[in-house]
Structures are given as C-alpha cells and as structure tokens.
C-alpha cells in the first residue's frame, strides 16, 4: 500500500513508528509505503492520522475508503483520493 500524505517528515515519523512501513519525503509531504492484510484496517489507519491524503495504491483501498472512513466516527474530515 502507497499513500502521500499532507505531513512533514518528522510529523510522520512522530506518529508513525518504523514497524508500519517506509516513510519517504516527496514533494508536499510523504509518502508511507507498507503492506496491509485487510484494506479495511488499512483505511482507518490513515483516517486517524489525521492528515489529509491521497491512496496511490492498492485501487482496491481507494474504493473501500468512503465507507470505512464512516466508521471512525467522523475523525476524517478530509481525505483526498487518488486517480
């Protein structure tokens, strides 16, 4: 799973321990590279981040975001979705 996020490197790595993934900077933010058993799961991670941000892939996770976002309970207040 890919995923930009609107955060700096070190906010990142503050909220985001190695375990997870790879954290690259990019430019406008960083990118979080990791590997996700359930898509579901995958997507309340990113939800509670807190940081807006864009799923680069699996297509399948951008498809299930708008319904798993729904269950954090409105913590996501806005997520921008990739192509």
Not at 27 to 49: K, N, P
């Amino acid at each position: 799973m890919e995923s930009k996020h609107w955060a700096s490197l070190a906010q990142a790595r503050r909220r985001i321990p190695p375990s997870v993934g790879t954290l690259t900077e990019v430019a406008d933010g960083v990118r979080l590279t990791t590997r996700a058993e359930h898509l579901d799961g995958a997507a309340q991670m990113l939800a509670v981040l807190g940081w807006p941000f864009t799923i680069e892939r699996p297509a399948e996770l951008r498809a299930g975001v708008p319904t798993s976002t729904g269950r954090c309970g409105g913590l996501l207040a806005c997520v921008c979705v990739g192509e």
